[in-house]
């Protein structure tokens, strides 16, 4: 029977290879890696503006030549798939050398340590929009709440940021919350101008709540996190060998990012997850069967500005100052852009799509203030012409027990004695 | 206590004109695209930099008339900024046409950074505000005990004859018919033949020109102008239409002065209030949003689904 | 095709009514299915068919009058939307509703596992117990799947917007037989469908009805209503104006004259 076979190619296989076959694919995997890590390492390197623009128009162009090369791309994905485990030690282990390889330029690393940040704030986001589909134009109300939170948190009751920094999520869960409430009665446009006026308003609330977020003087003097004493700005020397502080934080930022990896991969997995791409996909067919709308936007809604204000904490007590004006439209619209620009509900994409817009601008300073016309000409153009992201979101194919299906297929033969070529299949 | 009150009246009629102009575009757009076009607002900058361009060539070419180069600076103003507005129809949106919303709602945001920043960078001290011209700021009349401002009277009927024109536009000819069609079913439009791409690109030239007049008007009242001032109009404007109706061209046309009678409101009655009034339109629009969203004009319609 | 007369009543509308601004879509409506039976629903467009659906599904309120369901005669208006499906009733949609990015298999997932809570804890530390069930789960939608053979199955781990038409109105039925509903809707279930793919969903139909699920069906193809229902409703303007056997209601003046106007009645 012809459909046993086409069944047998989705289904994950045992793994048949042999030591050395095994061995010849992971080091082509790996070397893979290596060899992009190194281009990223030498562009973000990059001062030169020229040099800048040149090793963009580059990654332009790999991105449309990949996409034009089918073969190269199954090539990679089946060899993904095939190593999964292994990809992603050999990429942790990247990400942890990194700042290693930039020792004598700190600036780098806390550049590092920003786009870890936002890849937890842009993954808090894609589980509201991504996964739920619930457009939120307003996510700096809850940067501003974890940051306003934590840090005052700190600078008024002394608190240690181990503790803000939860209870700043929480604070920012608590502003999702809230506005879960007039957003579960709204959808698509009027969803987004609702959540665009929150950010509005919250903004506008930052900058006149003098005795809560000190206005527009900002959050000043916020302590950095620290462990049995020893605070985050002073850098650990091994030996000779003294490593800047930004390397704390740097390390603190991936951890808490690889952990927010974790629970958006078992959020989507999940259930839950389902469910939300359920109300994504239609919201009406979910409730009638059975999907609690309203207690799942809630969930999405405060799980994403959790992380939101996760990110809030960590980026007020590495930066030190608070101010309103880093929680203004234009913020959300970065994070909105990230997850866009990633492909949204891909998470990996996302976190490509965090680190890709908190570089990019940084390494294009000599451009000065021409770069934000230049973002949003970008922004534009993807919109245009890929507006899908970088790595959309593909079905994740689950892995299935092939004898299970192939015994019901054999049992029921019933529809295959129909004549074939019927005009059976009318495609819409 | 009377001659505030005809004060804060006068007032909310004057920045209410601007309020419906810009949301007019909204509406509009709207309907022919459902499209929120947040470079709207950024149309109305523009509208403010054209009519201070006017002026600056008009001192140039030695013209004194203060009523004529007023004109001009409407006519200049309206006819570039329809000029953009049609071209980012035709750049921007019409690629994404029919996209999900996000795609549209991220393309119009990006289309209004590229503006402002374009007008920040290579305008002239783009970046500093300008002091706009306005010939007549200093003259006022008496009327009782009531001071009334020239400029005042004059946008206020300016703004009424412009929206009553639009309306006789919309409501009498076959370009409002057109439009108003496309508005209501897009593909049926279509299907009665009727060129869907040029209503748009008329809609956008409509639009986006009354926008260029509100910025006008924007300059002569408040005498400056910014690059970054287009967001905030555009977050009025959209409240307007939003109160309006979204889409219901009539009932932009008061949803302005709805907006503005609640700024003129906060600020009289609330003490700081002035801080506050920005918070108080926002609320105005989640608020419309969430429990009338069909507007303030029309009932709440049933729920769907 | 000797229907059961002493079979209970498995939903009853009672004097339901639904104004839409003015427009009484469902009109002093009472009803009652039988359980065990397959009843079908006929009438012109616009005679309430689809509203008495939504209403039933708790998509509108009614505007009054009560849809009572099961032997508890629980009243489905009191009812959330989202609690129905965990009544026993499931529907599929004439306009159809899949998932489309999510893949065949989910599709039916969703629709069985959806009242049992998907908690937030579980979903992060994934116990034992959950693996299993989700497993369970997955076993028990494959079997589902099979029942439209190697059509549905063979694509299972696609997202549903890749199947053909008549596929994705075969996966809305086996979505609804997933969540084992005692009464299932099916509105227009051969829309847009050739004569043997019709003939194909009568089969469908017959087989659901054979594992013991009630069936209330909307349609308008009068073959698929003769060939498959027990007892029939006629509409007409938002309230019943004919019921009984397929030949009985066809033959009514009243459906008559609402197909063909009063004069075709007359003659």
């Known amino acids: ?428 | 206590m009377f001659e505030t009150w005809i004060q804060q009246l006068v007032n909310s009629l004057t920045i209410g004109g601007m309020y419906t102009l810009v949301a007019v575009g909204f509406t509009l757009f709207f309907g022919v695209l459902r499209l929120i076009n947040f470079a709207h607002g950024e149309v109305f900058m523009l509208g403010g930099f054209t009519g201070l361009v006017v002026a600056w060539l008009a001192e140039d070419l030695g013209i004194e008339s203060g009523l004529l180069i007023i004109f001009l600076m409407f006519v200049f103003s309206m006819a570039v900024c329809a000029v953009i507005g049609a071209l980012m129809e035709r750049f921007a949106y019409r690629p994404v046409r029919g996209m999900p919303v996000l795609i549209m709602l991220v393309t119009s945001l990006a289309v209004g950074i590229v503006v402002r920043e374009a007008v920040k960078e290579f305008f002239p001290e783009g970046a500093n505000p300008h002091a706009f011209y306005s010939p007549f700021k200093y003259d006022s009349f008496n009327l009782g005990s009531v001071v009334l401002d020239y400029t005042q009277i004059g946008l206020i009927l300016t703004s009424i004859v412009l929206v009553y024109a639009v309306y006789l536009l919309v409501a009498k000819t076959w370009v409002g018919r057109a439009m108003r069609a496309t508005s209501e079913d897009l593909d049926a439009a279509r299907m009665m033949g009727i060129d869907v791409d040029i209503v748009i690109r008329n809609t956008f030239f409509l639009g986006s020109a009354l926008g260029g007049v509100a910025g006008v008007m924007n300059g002569l009242l408040y005498l400056s102008i910014r690059f970054d001032m287009g967001w905030v109009m555009a977050i009025k404007g959209f409240t307007a239409a939003v109160v309006g109706g979204l889409g219901n061209i009539y009932g932009a046309m008061f949803g302005g002065y709805i907006v503005a009678a609640v700024e003129v409101l906060v600020v009289a009655l609330i003490p700081e209030g002035s801080r506050y009034k920005d918070v108080f339109v926002f609320l105005l629009l989640i608020g419309v949003l969430v429990f009338r969203p069909s507007g303030l004009l029309r009932a709440p319609e049933q729920k769907v689904g | 095709m000797a229907a059961d007369q002493t079979a209970a009543t498995l939903l009853a509308s009672e004097a339901l009514t639904k104004n839409f601004g003015g427009v009484l879509a469902v009109n002093d409506l009472s009803l009652e299915v039988r359980e065990g039976e397959i009843t079908a629903i006929i009438g012109p467009n616009g005679s309430g068919k689809t509203t008495f659906f939504n209403l039933i599904m708790h998509l509108y309120d009614a505007t009054s009058g009560q849809i009572l369901f099961g032997g508890e005669r629980r009243n489905l208006l009191d009812l959330p939307t989202h609690k129905i499906n965990a009544q026993g009733l499931a529907r599929t949609f004439q306009t159809l509703r899949l998932f489309p990015n999510l893949t065949v298999l989910e599709n039916v997932l969703i629709a069985m596992s959806s009242h049992v809570n998907a908690g937030f804890l579980s979903a992060l530390v994934k116990p034992k117990s959950l693996r299993q069930q989700d497993k369970d789960a997955e076993e028990k939608a494959l079997e589902t799947l099979s029942m439209f053979g190697a059509r549905l199955i063979s694509m299972c781990n696609e997202p549903a917007s890749s199947l053909s038409y008549a596929n994705r109105r075969r996966l809305e039925i086996a979505r609804c037989v997933a969540s084992q509903p005692r009464l299932i809707l099916l509105d227009e279930p051969v829309a847009g469908m050739n004569p043997t793919e019709t003939r194909g969903v009568i089969e469908d139909i017959q087989r659901i009805h054979e594992k013991g699920h009630t069936v209330l069906l909307i349609e308008h193809d009068m073959k698929l209503v003769e060939g498959v229902a027990h007892r029939v409703f006629a509409f007409d303007h938002g309230t019943k104006i004919a019921e009984g056997s397929f030949r009985d209601v066809s033959t009514h003046p009243a459906v008559i004259e609402a197909y063909l106007g009063k004069r075709a009645a007359r003659h």
């Open chain 1, 1 to 428: 029977m012809p459909e046993v076979d086409f069944i047998d190619t989705q289904v994950a296989r045992e793994d048949t290879r042999t030591l050395a076959e095994k061995a010849r694919d992971r080091l082509a995997l790996g070397g893979c890696q290596v060899a992009l890590f190194a281009a990223f390492l030498v562009g973000i390197a990059l001062e030169d503006a020229i040099l800048v623009t040149g090793f963009l128009l580059f990654i332009v162009a790999g991105a449309v030549g990949w996409g034009r090369m089918p073969k190269l791309n199954s090539w990679a994905r089946n060899h993904l798939a095939r190593d999964k485990r292994f990809a992603q030690l050999v990429l942790l282990a990247l990400l942890v050398l990194f700042p290693f390889v930039f020792l004598d330029n700190p600036y780098l690393i806390h550049l590092g340590a920003l786009a870890a940040i936002f890849a937890i704030m842009a993954l808090g986001l894609n589980i509201t929009l991504g996964f739920c589909g619930l457009l939120d134009v307003g996510f700096a109300v809850y940067f501003a709440a974890g940051a306003y939170a934590s840090s005052q948190l700190a600078v008024i009751f002394d608190v240690s940021f181990w503790i803000g920094l939860p209870i700043g999520g929480l604070t920012a869960a608590f502003f999702g919350f809230l506005v879960a409430w007039p957003a579960l009665r709204v959808s698509d446009h009027y969803l987004a101008l609702v959540t665009l006026g929150y950010g509005l308003i919250m903004n506008l609330l930052h900058r006149n709540f003098t005795f809560l977020t000190h206005g527009t003087d900002g959050v000043i003097n916020i302590p950095p996190p620290s462990i049995f004493g020893w605070d985050f700005v002073t850098p650990i020397e091994i030996g000779d060998l003294e490593l800047p502080f930004q390397m704390n934080f740097y390390f603190l930022a991936l951890i808490i990012t690889v952990l927010t990896v974790f629970v958006s991969i078992r959020l989507r997995d999940s259930n839950l997850g389902r469910q939300w791409e359920a109300i994504r996909e239609d919201e009406v067919a979910a409730r009638c069967f059975g999907v609690n709308v309203r207690r799942l936007k809630i969930i999405a809604f405060s799980t994403g500005a959790f992380f939101g204000g996760i990110g809030g904490a960590v980026f007020a007590h590495m930066i030190g100052f608070v101010h309103p004006d880093n929680f203004v439209l234009l913020t959300s619209i970065m994070i909105l852009a990230m997850v866009i620009i990633g492909g949204m509900g891909n998470i990996a994409g996302v976190v490509v799509g965090a680190v890709a817009l908190t570089l990019i601008p940084e390494r294009l300073r000599e451009f000065e203030d021409l770069r934000m016309l230049l973002f949003g000409g970008a922004l534009v153009l993807i919109m245009i012409y890929r507006p899908q992201g970088l790595f959309p979101n593909s079905r994740r194919r689950r892995e299935l027990q092939a004898e299970k299906i192939n015994t019901l297929i054999a049992e029921s033969g019933r529809d295959d004695a129909e004549a074939p070529g019927l005009p059976d299949e009318v495609k819409v």
